[in-house]
């Protein structure tokens, strides 16, 4: 696991994020077990190229899971998948062991039972994240998680041009239809209009 302490993992991570919350704390925490059960010591240094973390939410835990691991979209390290649960798998590329980490919903009562004369939920969460054990927190299961080539990190396995609209697709993001080599936008549809 990481040479930092959760308290200053926590602190890098509320920086980034641009605020204290409960997420925050139970990212880190998320994290952090995570790191330990695959026995990733340095995930920015040595380790780096040892892990991908896989992140079910788009959440404020993500920018920390994010912050403590230093896996990244940018780097591919960091897959999301929208499955908006509260949950990570984490990935030893070197070993192909994994662990899902899933954030229990009872820890949300307990947080109210461990500091009942904090009135605000949220606060009491806070602190009861930084304090209850790990698993009072976290749901763990051994997984197997099938990567293609395609969604390893390093340089792009293929850069393809779309045939409808110009634009350079890369790591066998590309479609074939009616004859044609597609970015999705064109062969499926896109998120937007152009104008």
Known sequence: ????????????????HGHLCPGQVLGVRLAMYGLHLLGIEDPKGKDRKRLMVFVEIDRCATDAIQSVTGCSLGKRSLKWMDYGVMAATFLDLSTGEAVRITALEEARDAAARLFPDIENKYKAQIEAYKVMQDEELFKVQKVKVDLPEADMPGRPGRRVQCQVCGDWVQDFRDVEKDGKIMCRACANGSYYKVL
Do not use: G, R
Request: glycine content about 0%.
């Open 1 to 16: 696991m990481t040479n930092k302490t959760f308290d200053e993992l926590l602190k890098e991570s509320v920086a980034i």
